[in-house]
């Protein structure tokens, strides 16, 4: 069950919820985890003081679900809770919602410590796209979009919906890089830490090196400008009964956020950190 700040300091371990199969952010890597996001859990267990045990979850259909079954609930069979989640979308409006009768719809969890900014973005391959910027080159031209995704339904209804027959819906973003780098589409919508991240290792998990992007394509937000959700926050969520173990965590975080060391997590693996607009605006 999930611990409080006490508890979790006399125990001598923290448990931490993760994404499975979710590089470059929790992954395993010749067996052992790995990502950006193994990495800041790492810390934070070093800065508490205590080991660390990983749970592993499952994305659902939506954050509420994901928060029930990694904070509040626990999982539907073993009923495991972690003490903390990382790769938590901050959303001030969504945790600080108001049900129909004026009470918080969120008050089970606290949601706080954003340490990336990540956004949606567009791999190119310039032999393609003859480095036109805007999507008008996709009536032409095949785009790859992982289904039901927000680039799927925003490139299948922008332009009076002319790009639709020219996207094609892939299991993962990764999958649609294989079809890129094998010349069968000219662009790839996605994520953009993970659009890096499999150009570099070519969606190998177990690669310990990260190749440069070749001068063939890149990666950018152009012809995205009127998406809804163009770039969120990433932070953290404990149970809120834990509000002291939010403070305490956070105090390790955003150090690392202001001295370099969060970016060089990211640099480790060969992706580009953005610092979130909650400590840009402070």
Same mark, same amino acid.
């Given at each position: ?89 901050? @959303? ?38 003859? @480095? ?32 639709? @027959? ?14 890129? #780098? ?11 830490? #993970?659009? #890096? ?24 937000? @152009? ?26 965590? #956070? ?32």
């Amino acid at each position: 069950m999930a611990k409080s700040y006490e508890d979790i300091l006399e125990q001598g371990q923290i448990t931490i919820a993760v994404y499975n199969n979710f590089p470059p952010y929790s992954y395993l890597k010749d067996g052992e985890p790995a990502g950006v996001d193994i990495e800041v859990g790492k810390r934070i267990a070093a800065g508490l003081g205590v080991d660390l045990e990983w749970m592993w979850i499952n994305a659902d259909e939506n954050l509420e679900d994901d928060l029930r079954n990694a904070i509040w609930k626990g999982h539907i069979i073993t009923r495991q809770k972690a003490d903390l989640m990382l790769r938590v979308p901050y @959303d001030r409006k969504f945790a600080y919602a108001i049900d129909g009768y004026g009470l918080p719809k969120n008050d089970l969890v606290v949601m706080f410590g954003p340490y990336q900014q990540e956004s949606w973005a567009l791999l190119r391959d310039h032999e393609k796209t003859n @480095d036109i910027r805007t999507l008008a080159i996709f009536q032409y031209e095949p785009v790859a979009v992982e289904l039901d995704s927000l680039p799927s339904f925003f490139l299948g209804a922008t332009i009076g919906g002319r790009l639709r @027959d020219k996207l094609v819906h892939v299991d993962s973003v990764f999958d649609g890089i294989k079809l890129l #780098q094998e010349g069968k589409v000219a662009a790839v919508a996605g994520m953009k830490g #993970q659009l #890096q991240w499999g150009m570099s290792t070519s969606g190998d998990v177990n690669k310990t090196e990260f190749a440069p992007l070749p001068e063939q394509y890149d990666i950018s937000a @152009d012809g995205l400008a009127a998406m809804s959700i163009k770039s969120w926050d990433i932070g953290m969520a404990v149970k809120t009964d834990y509000r002291e173990l939010a403070y305490a965590i #956070q105090a390790i975080t955003e150090p690392m956020i202001k001295n370099g060391e969060m970016e060089a997590l990211f640099l480790e693996y060969g992706l580009s950190y953005e610092i979130p607009d909650y400590h840009r605006t402070e």
